[in-house]
């Protein structure tokens, strides 16, 4: 519980007549956590964990946690940080204390254990009730080990420090609205760490990946240029829009309704009521949810980050394989961990599968998740090309998702002892012989199909780029490919598509990753 004591105005008293003014400055002297500190947190244990504040100008400050200790003095304007070292520190639970001149903050059940922020868009913010078994999963999800923090929706157009929320203790009724794949990723961490598991929730459905990101970072390349001229254009022409929006409304729901009404007559979608034009605080809106959301969290120090988003950026996903990179880049500035751990969820399938295989602009967003974890340091990729839908782009399965990513993360960032791969095969290498081409794949250990058929959804093209479905056979660590059209084969695509049906996995069940070794020219590059 934190007290704070203000003065009473009303009670200070001005002996005017005496030509004296008496005042204690402690008595003015106001120490404050920021609000990310509150009962019941989990705090990373690290060697320097940051905490903040504020206070009155030159006021010392005293923490105190288990055998942890520090001391501060406020800056000039108010703000106070110190370091904690928690490396060696058991993992409680501990009162958390505060102390200025004037009044002393107590928190209580504070826990030392691993703290990851999970954020992205609707299939990161997906409530385990909402999700296939969720609700029941939520009735046994009584785990005091891990704490929950959902920050809510804020998009501001200047950096915001203030917030609200508060750690929670993992419960049917707080795990129940928490992101369903965060959910099952901090319990599969716990699991296999036996270390208590802080799980920050920052996501928002609809979210391109620029709104995340700093302006520095969106000028950090002038192919991001387009995203912040186009942002400008909207809000010059969002007055006069929103308007004739206003004055045309009535207009607009009248033809709405008509069109809805002959949809159902006709079994067919509704089409989507007319709305606003987006305003200046819009999702759309570039660091919008940096700065409303991102900012108020940074620097509380993390294990790592969880990132589940890109369908909103689809139609650009070119260009994602540079904005994904300097959206990790920024963030790791922003934390000042420059070996911040970041694991990428890769999107899953979506859609009717297809009939001839063609470039489409999921499968080259997934390159661009591929190609970031593949060369950007200490980041990781989870693979779910079996974890879709064919008629929902968000999937109701988040347990797999969430407990691949677990397994990952406990296996190759903290080394937990799990046998099994935490991988699915990847590409490795490609070899032409005659009429046929040999992939060869690392995670390979018990190369199989899941339906015990053929390998599905390889293709392979000669010299002229014009790719033909390929008869496919598993031999040990590698799969053969042939096509009778194609006498010499010279590059190889798998589930190069939206909603592919590859059947490859490893004998840990883990799913192949999509992967292509042409450079033919993407379908939306130059889409910026």
Not at 47 to 60: D, H, I, L, Q, S
Request: hydrophobic share 40%; net charge neutral.
């Amino acid at each position: 519980m934190i007290r704070r004591r203000f003065p009473d105005c009303g009670r200070v008293f001005l002996t005017i007549a005496a030509g004296l003014f008496i005042t204690a400055p402690s008595l003015f002297a106001t120490v404050a956590l920021h609000g990310i500190f509150s009962d019941h947190a989990v705090l990373q244990r690290a060697e320097r964990v940051p905490v903040w504040g504020t206070a009155a100008p030159g006021e010392k400050i005293s923490l105190r946690l288990g055998n942890a200790s520090a001391r501060a003095t406020a800056q000039a304007d108010g703000s106070w940080k110190a370091f904690l070292n928690l490396q060696t520190e058991k993992e409680g639970p501990f009162e958390f204390i505060v102390e200025g001149e004037g009044n002393k903050i107590t928190l209580t059940d504070i826990l030392i254990g691993e703290v990851w922020l999970c954020s992205g868009q609707s299939n990161m913010r997906f409530h385990l009730s909402k999700s296939a078994g969720g609700e029941e999963e939520a009735t046994r999800a009584a785990n005091p080990k891990i704490r929950l923090l959902s920050v809510g929706l804020n998009v501001a157009d200047q950096p915001v420090s203030r917030l609200r929320e508060k750690w929670t203790v993992c419960d049917p009724s707080t795990a129940a609205t928490f992101s369903a794949v965060g959910y099952y990723t901090g319990q599969t961490l716990h699991e296999n760490l036996n270390v208590p598991i802080g799980l920050i929730s920052i996501s928002w459905a609809g979210t391109v990946i620029e709104t995340w990101m700093s302006p520095q970072a969106l000028a950090s390349d002038p192919d991001f240029k387009p995203i912040t001229d186009r942002w400008a254009q909207k809000e010059a022409e969002y007055p006069q829009k929103k308007a004739e929006y206003d004055q045309n409304k009535d207009a607009l729901m009248a033809a709405w309704r008509q069109q809805a009404d002959e949809a159902k007559a006709k079994g067919l979608r509704e089409p989507f009521p007319p709305s606003p034009p987006a305003g200046p605080l819009s999702l759309a809106r570039p660091s919008g949810l940096y700065y409303g959301e991102i900012s108020p969290v940074a620097p509380y120090r993390l294990g790592g980050v969880l990132w589940y988003q890109g369908e909103q950026n689809v139609g650009r996903a070119f260009q994602y394989r540079k904005l994904l990179p300097a959206l990790i880049a920024d963030w790791r500035s922003l934390w000042n961990q420059s070996d911040l751990p970041f694991v990428i969820i890769q999107l899953p399938n979506f859609g009717k599968p297809e009939s001839q295989p063609r470039s489409n602009n999921f499968a080259e967003l997934r390159e661009g998740q591929a190609l970031t974890a593949s060369t950007v340091p200490h980041t990781a990729l989870v693979v779910t090309i079996d974890a879709g839908e064919e008629a929902d782009i968000h999937p109701k399965d988040k347990k797999t998702v969430g407990v691949r990513a677990g397994r990952l993360i406990a296996k190759e960032f903290y080394r937990a002892p799990i046998a099994e791969a935490v991988r699915g095969p990847t590409f490795a290498s490609a070899t032409v012989k005659g009429n046929s081409l040999r992939v060869r794949f690392d995670h390979a250990a018990g190369l199989k199909t899941r339906d015990g058929k053929p390998p599905a959804y390889f293709a392979i093209a000669g010299t002229d780029g014009r790719y033909v479905w390929a008869d496919a056979t598993i031999e040990g660590d590698t799969v053969v490919l042939k096509a009778a059209s194609v006498p010499v084969p010279a590059t190889v695509r798998y589930n190069w598509a939206t909603a592919p049906h590859g059947n490859l996995c490893n004998s840990a069940d883990l799913p192949a990753a999509p992967f292509r070794t042409d450079t033919l020219r993407a379908s939306t590059e130059g889409q910026n």
